[in-house]
Every structure is written in C-alpha cells, then in structure tokens.
C-alpha cells in the first residue's frame, strides 16, 4: 500500500480486514494490540509466520520498521529499525506515534482504572522519554516488591525485607505522579475547550487527576524529599495488609483521572452521548497535545467510529486531525463521504486490499 500523505478511506464490509490494516500499522509504534488481540493471534491461522513492514517520514529522514514473528517453539520475534536489531518494541515508541481511535474508546469512561492509566502513561510517554523510563522502572519495583510479598506471606521473608524495595518506589511513583500530572493538565485544558465546541458551550467538562495518597495541590511538578518520604511511610504502613492481599495496594499504581460534567461523574451520571462524547474528546486532546509539543503530528488511526457521529462531532475532528495523515475504515462511506472530501479509496475484501480510481 502507497498511502495518500492526507487522507486514506478503507471501505469494506465487517470481517474482512480493514482493522487487521490499522492493528497492522499500530503494530509499529511497539505498543500492544489496541483491540486487546495477544500477540500470538497476530499470526494467521492457516499461516507459520507474520511480517510487516513500514516506511515512514519525520521531520529528518525516511525510516523503516519491520516485524517479523512465527510460531513453533520459542514464537521467534524479530523487530528491526532501518535494518537494525531491536531487543523490543520500546525502541519504535519514540520513533513512530499514532493516535487510534475506535469502537471501544468508550470503555475510558465505563471501565476502571486500569483503562484509564494505561491511556494516561500512554499519552505522557509519547510526549517525554523520561515518563516511559520512569513508568518501566516503576513498574519493575511494583513487580519485585509484590514478588517479596508473596515470600513474607510464604514464611520466607520478614517485613523488613521491603525497605529497600520501599525507598526505591517511592522515588520512581513519586516522579511519576508528578509527570502525569502535569500531562493531566495539560490535556484536561483542551478536553474542556473542546467539549465546549461541541456542545455550544451548554456543558463543561473537566478532567482531574485522581492521586492515591496526593491532593493535586501537594504535587509539586518535580517530586520533594519530603514526597518521597511520606509516600515510603505509607508503603511501610500498607506492607501488613499488602502481605494478605499479594499486591501492592498504595500508590502511583492504583492513581486515576475522572472526567465530570457539571460536577457529576460521567462514568456514573453520563448518558451514552455524552460518554461516547467524552471519549473522542479525551483522544482529539491527545492528537492536540501530542502536536503542539512535538512539532510534529502523530498518524490518526479511525476505525470504523465517523459513522457513529453527527455531522457537529465528525466536522470538530476533522478540525482537529485536518493537518494529520488519517486512516479512515468504514462500512457505510455515504456516512462520512461529505467529510472526507479529496482522498485515497481502497476498498478491502476477504484480506485483500484494492485501490479505487
């Protein structure tokens, strides 16, 4: 496929491969499935192996990504930048950035906060390598001190044996509540300007950061000796219960974000519209902020989500997205075709792709 710089429309009717083409292209950004697909499923079932490969353009040079895997003993993978060896997807995630938007994105809202962190550390990793390093740090402690846990509770270990674990944690989540913070304001900013457009001003939204020991008003935006130390006397004062429940309950790995509208949850008081539109907006910040940071405009992935919108939301996210490459996979082009306007067509069928003249 030579995609369109501007715009690609992908037509089809379901089950015939237009998101295997957006996971395919999302792939790349070594991040994990956005449909939750394992990377074994990757993998055709009458097929041994799977290979993708992408070229892309920033602002120095022209570069290219490859993925290799097949199945068998070990499940062989192979990722290379510009024919270079990676030792995992980490090395493309600051190389090639998209934004995706789909079906799902409603579960943001109606799901927990799982859902809702790995959107938050998601984002703020596009934008600062010092987020993703500390979130892989922060995440490696969490899983030793849990590990630890598991010991104490086996007799093995006495409740000593976390201080260390302890110190460190609460260094690395304390920067990184810091670091999401900050992204949370900025994307709570232009969540609310833009939900304003929408609605006409009728309904304002905000979007606030929800820590698990920290007001917002006592984060600072680098972390004090003073954080660190409260945040390790509550790791300390949490270990007993920890110990019974196998898991680290306190801290950056339990903080969230909560969207409201007119002071009222939308997750619990939201109706559908304002759910699903609180979702698109929550990604239209994303691409917004990703943007203004960067210089440079991440690849807008839209599956199969225009259709569901009114001409007022699909015209603001194409307002948005107007200057970035899209994506676009539909089965009802009358949907969007007043939108789209001058674009790629192709049209895909049982997995084959066919560009329209």
């Known amino acids: 496929m030579q995609p369109d710089p501007a715009r690609n429309l992908i037509l089809g009717n379901n089950a015939q491969g237009k998101t295997n083409l957006l996971e395919a292209i ?7 499935s956005f449909r939750g697909a394992k990377e074994r499923d990757f993998i055709h079932l009458k097929s041994p192996a799977m290979h993708v490969k992408l070229r892309f353009q920033d602002s120095r040079r022209v570069q290219e ?4 895997a097949q199945r068998g003993e070990g499940r062989q993978k192979k990722i290379l930048l510009n024919g270079v060896p990676l030792k995992g997807g980490s090395g493309l995630f600051s190389q090639f950035q998209c934004v995706v938007f789909s079906p799902d994105d409603r579960e943001l809202i109606r799901s927990g906060p799982e859902k809702r962190r790995g959107f938050m550390d998601l984002c703020g990793s596009q934008l600062s390598p010092a987020m993703l390093i500390c979130l892989r740090r922060f995440d490696q402690l969490t899983a030793q001190r849990n590990a630890v846990l598991k010991q104490i509770s086996l007799g093995n270990a006495s409740l000593s044996a976390l201080t260390d674990w302890d110190l460190q944690l609460a260094a690395h989540g304390s920067l990184l509540t810091c ?16 939900y304003g457009r929408i609605t006409g001003g ?16 006592e984060i600072p935006k680098q ?44 997750r619990e008081y939201g109706s559908q519209g304002q759910q699903k539109s609180t979702a698109l907006v929550l990604k239209l910040a994303q ?7 960067k210089d440079e405009t991440p690849v807008i992935l839209l ?12 015209r603001l996210v194409y307002e948005i997205i107007g200057d ?6 539909t089965c009802q082009p009358e949907a969007v075709a007043a939108e789209h306007g001058n674009c790629a067509v192709y049209h895909m069928e049982e997995g084959i792709l066919t560009a329209q003249t």
Not at 26 to 32: E, I, P, S, V
Not at 233 to 261: H, M, N, Y
Not at 324 to 329: K, N, V
Request: hydrophobic share 35%; glycine share 8%.
């Open 26 to 32: 999302w792939c790349c950004t070594g991040c994990r």
């Open 223 to 266: 972390p004090t000796p003073e954080m660190q130390q409260f945040y390790f006397e509550q790791l300390q004062k949490s270990a007993p219960d920890d110990v019974r429940l196998g898991f680290t309950g306190k801290g950056a790995g339990r903080d969230d974000f909560s969207c409201k509208i007119g002071g009222l949850s939308v």
């Open 179 to 194: 670091l999401r913070y900050a992204y949370l304001q900025q994307l709570g900013a232009v969540c609310t300007e833009l």
């Open 287 to 293: 691409a917004s902020v990703f943007y203004a940071k």
């Open 303 to 314: 599956d199969d989500v225009m259709g569901e919108l009114d001409a007022d939301r699909q």
């Open 324 to 329: 970035m490459q899209i994506f676009l996979t």
């Open 65 to 68: 990504i490859q993925l290799h």
């Open 202 to 217: 009728r309904e304002k939204l905000t979007v606030k950061y929800r820590s698990n020991l920290f007001k917002n008003s």
